[in-house]
Nanobody, 119 residues
Framework: QVQLVESGGGLVQAGGSLRLSCAAS????????MGWFRQPPGKDREFVAV?????YVADSMKGRFTISRDNAKNTVYLQMNSLKSEDTAVYYC???????????????WGQGTQVTVSS
């Protein structure tokens, strides 16, 4: 049974940093894309970043957010710097992601971790 457990969320002031982690269990995802998505309050879920054979980061987060992974630990990370109030959202990790038309579709999802940026 695949499980994804996110950690590292919390409350941070604008301009600060957070590092999210997502540990996957159940099987290895070393050959598959892993990623992060987020859902701001009152809005739809949106793409943040995915890393696999290539790495993609949403334009609005380039230069501030960095995705990385440790295949030995079956873990994907999201380093978030220069945080803004508009980054406030529930952040979800996902694995086995593939591009479909204009978006990524992923098979497995975590439960989400809240990130709140105070201005």
């Amino acid at each position: 049974q695949v499980q994804l457990v996110e950690s590292g969320g919390g409350l941070v002031q604008a301009g600060g940093s957070l590092r999210l982690s997502c540990a996957a269990s159940g099987r290895s995802f070393s050959g598959e894309a892993m990623g992060w998505f987020r859902q701001p309050p009152g809005k739809d879920r949106e793409f943040v970043a995915v890393t696999g054979s290539r790495t993609y980061v949403a334009d609005s987060m380039k230069g501030r957010f960095t995705i990385s992974r440790d295949n030995a630990k079956n873990t994907v990370y999201l380093q978030m710097n220069s945080l803004k109030s508009e980054d406030t959202a529930v952040y979800y990790c996902a694995v086995n992601c593939a591009p479909r038309f204009d978006r990524f579709v992923c098979d497995y999802w975590g439960q989400g971790t809240q990130v709140t940026v105070s201005s």
